[in-house]
């Protein structure tokens, strides 16, 4: 077999079989294939693309590539979710204490945020003491005796979709269907859960900018998931304005544990009702969403899932002192209000420009290696549809460095769309795919 012979068969609009894919995968994994020959494999996919049966085996390659982690350890029906990037997502710290306090395993392997976008790994080390590197064997331990376990991926996990994609980084080839839905599900499938349900999102802040993309992306990706024996589903959400109030660190482990009381804001909330419920169903706990719901809504209000979070972070070695007192939290030196300058209604604001004012204040990283501020960040106190009178307050900037909050304060004021109300409420799910359906709210 030779990659020349794999290359012109897909150049001229053939469909490669398991053999083929696999030789690719393993042999570029190996350094055995140059970058300029996957180069022009991957440009030929993009304009040729991949049937369902070879994004399947492209993703079952890049599995078989590095370490699987073995969950069978764990007790009971274990279930996972991913989200496709966002601001303010701070999803997984709400929903995994809520499902885990349903008993049911709430298993995830987490990671760093990047760019716009945060991670749920820098969010959770803002509590001083969490440990986010775990063994098997601590992760399989934590599973059972509390049923939540959130750590980092094993360095060897898809080594062969972390090479191809920093090619298709720098060859123009990331925007194709197949190699998105393979690469994202090639993370989710070497851990051995059973049920996964994806939340792609859709928007300024989001990967994808619109509903007919982000769509096509989840039916993709549950058709992989189904096609590789694991119970999926995906809900297809909102990503132009960034979700709760929160963006940063410590600021959304704040809003974490005040919605996990039944305080935090409603889309956070429910959101994560949504996709719990599903969950839940997924899990075999309930038997319809309504049921799912009610039982979520039952560990809030009794005070369960605040006490799971609680749990998993004491298990974690992290500070407990912080969650049941979070001004604890790392705190930044300054904050700093933005007022509004008119009457009026919050017509739109842009998801992604709100993320990058973030990272302007050091809340992110603009490359891997670069040093996050645990403590910066954004606190909206307006979101779309919301009135707001002159001299009112749009946004805090907490930062520790008084230029950047000056460089900030500009551009965060003008994120802030004022005018007239829309006539049409936000949506904040548009869809939810299962292998079956496609419903639209």
Same mark, same amino acid.
């Given at each position: 077999?030779?990659? #020349?012979?794999?290359?012109?068969?897909?150049?001229?609009?053939?469909?490669?079989?398991? @053999?083929?894919?696999?030789?690719?995968? %393993?042999?570029?994994?190996?350094?055995?294939?140059? !970058? +300029?020959?996957?180069?022009?494999?991957? $440009?030929?996919? #993009?304009?040729? %693309?991949?049937?369902?049966?070879?994004?399947?085996?492209?993703?079952?390659?890049?599995?078989?590539?590095?370490?699987?982690?073995?969950?069978?350890?764990?007790?009971?029906?274990?279930?996972?979710?991913? =989200?496709? *990037?966002?601001?303010?997502?701070?999803? /997984?710290?709400?929903?995994?204490?809520?499902?885990?306090?349903?008993?049911?395993?709430?298993?995830?392997?987490?990671?760093?945020?990047?760019?716009?976008?945060?991670?749920?790994? !820098?969010?959770?080390?803002?509590?001083?003491?969490?440990?986010?590197?775990?063994?098997?064997?601590?992760?399989?331990?934590?599973?059972?005796?509390?049923?939540?376990?959130?750590?980092?991926?094993?360095?060897?996990?898809?080594?062969?979709?972390? %090479?191809?994609? =920093?090619?298709?980084?720098? /060859?123009?080839?990331?925007?194709?269907?197949?190699?998105?839905?393979?690469?994202?599900?090639?993370? @989710?499938?070497?851990?051995? =859960?059973?049920?996964?349900?994806?939340?792609?999102?859709?928007?300024?802040?989001?990967?994808?900018?619109?509903?007919?993309?982000?769509?096509?992306?989840?039916?993709?990706?549950?058709?992989?998931?189904?096609?590789?024996?694991?119970?999926?589903?995906?809900?297809?959400?909102?990503?132009?304005?960034?979700?709760?109030?929160?963006?940063?660190?410590?600021?959304?482990?704040?809003?974490?544990?005040?919605?996990?009381?039944?305080?935090?804001?409603? !889309?956070?909330?429910?959101? =994560?009702?949504?996709?719990?419920?599903?969950?839940?169903?997924?899990?075999? &706990?309930?038997?319809?969403?309504?049921?799912?719901?009610?039982?979520?809504?039952? $560990?809030?209000?009794?005070?369960?899932?605040?006490?799971?979070?609680?749990?998993?972070?004491?298990?974690?070695?992290?500070?407990?002192?912080?969650?049941?007192?979070?001004?604890?939290?790392?705190?930044?030196? +300054?904050?700093?209000?933005? &007022?509004?300058?008119?009457?009026?209604?919050? %017509?739109?604001?842009?998801?992604?420009?709100? *993320?990058?004012?973030?990272?302007?204040?050091?809340? *992110?990283?603009?490359? $891997? !290696?670069?040093?996050?501020?645990?403590?910066?960040?954004?606190?909206?106190?307006?979101?779309?549809?919301?009135?707001?009178?002159?001299?009112?307050?749009?946004?805090?900037?907490?930062?520790?460095?008084?230029?950047?909050?000056?460089?900030?304060?500009?551009?965060?004021?003008?994120?802030?769309?004022?005018?007239?109300?829309?006539?049409?409420?936000?949506?904040?799910? #548009?869809?939810?795919?299962? &292998?079956?359906?496609?419903?639209? +709210?």
């Amino acid at each position: 077999m030779r990659m #020349y012979d794999i290359i012109k068969k897909k150049r001229d609009g053939g469909e490669l079989t398991t @053999k083929e894919i696999e030789y690719f995968v %393993k042999n570029y994994t190996h350094d055995n294939i140059p !970058d +300029y020959q996957t180069s022009a494999l991957l $440009m030929a996919i #993009y304009f040729n %693309k991949m049937s369902k049966r070879e994004t399947l085996d492209l993703t079952r390659a890049m599995v078989n590539s590095g370490d699987k982690v073995d969950l069978s350890g764990i007790k009971g029906l274990k279930v996972d979710k991913h =989200s496709t *990037g966002g601001v303010g997502d701070t999803i /997984t710290l709400i929903l995994g204490p809520m499902i885990a306090a349903c008993s049911v395993p709430f298993v995830k392997m987490s990671g760093r945020g990047l760019g716009h976008t945060g991670g749920t790994l !820098d969010k959770l080390e803002s509590i001083k003491g969490f440990k986010v590197e775990l063994t098997d064997e601590e992760f399989v331990r934590n599973s059972n005796n509390i049923n939540i376990a959130i750590c980092s991926q094993t360095a060897n996990i898809t080594p062969a979709d972390k %090479k191809i994609y =920093s090619l298709r980084d720098v /060859t123009a080839t990331v925007e194709n269907l197949s190699l998105i839905a393979s690469s994202i599900m090639s993370k @989710k499938l070497a851990i051995g =859960s059973n049920a996964i349900i994806l939340d792609v999102k859709v928007g300024s802040g989001a990967f994808m900018k619109n509903i007919e993309d982000a769509i096509d992306l989840a039916k993709e990706m549950v058709d992989i998931g189904i096609g590789y024996g694991r119970e999926t589903v995906a809900l297809v959400s909102n990503m132009d304005e960034p979700l709760g109030k929160a963006i940063g660190n410590s600021l959304e482990i704040k809003e974490a544990i005040e919605t996990l009381k039944g305080k935090g804001p409603k !889309d956070l909330l429910q959101l =994560s009702l949504e996709l719990g419920s599903k969950l839940l169903l997924l899990a075999k &706990k309930v038997e319809t969403e309504e049921d799912g719901k009610e039982l979520l809504e039952e $560990m809030i209000n009794s005070g369960a899932a605040y006490e799971k979070f609680k749990e998993l972070v004491m298990w974690q070695g992290g500070n407990i002192n912080q969650i049941e007192n979070p001004e604890l939290l790392p705190k930044a030196k +300054y904050v700093i209000e933005v &007022k509004s300058e008119k009457d009026g209604y919050i %017509k739109s604001l842009d998801a992604e420009e709100i *993320g990058k004012c973030a990272l302007k204040l050091g809340a *992110g990283r603009e490359t $891997m !290696d670069s040093t996050v501020d645990l403590s910066a960040g954004i606190l909206l106190n307006k979101k779309i549809d919301d009135n707001v009178k002159k001299g009112e307050t749009l946004a805090q900037i907490h930062a520790n460095d008084m230029n950047k909050v000056i460089e900030v304060e500009k551009d965060l004021r003008n994120l802030f769309i004022i005018g007239e109300k829309n006539k049409e409420s936000k949506k904040l799910i #548009y869809g939810y795919i299962t &292998k079956d359906s496609v419903n639209l +709210y």
